[in-house]
């Protein structure tokens, strides 16, 4: 199984929405009730089975708070 994982680094994150403006799958949001140390809003992904790993949530990340990787498991699923 084939999985996306996209970490955001909270003290490097200022709150700016590029990463969930221009996510073509919508994976990552901003929902309001997470914040960074320094007080911003905190993105969060939320739908890892449709992320499709184009990484233009990192490289459009005017911090470079964020970093995409792809899980492949080894598991199979029934």
Known sequence: M???EVVIDEEQ???CGYCVKFC???CIVIAG???TPQGY???SFV???ECNTCGFCAML???AAIEVY???SSEVPV
């Open 2 to 4: 084939v999985r996306a």
């Open 13 to 15: 994150c200022q709150g």
């Open 24 to 26: 073509p799958r919508g």
């Open 33 to 35: 009730d997470k914040f």
């Open 41 to 43: 809003l905190l993105p």
């Open 47 to 49: 739908k890892p089975d």
């Open 61 to 63: 990340c005017p911090r």
């Open 70 to 72: 792809l899980n492949i």
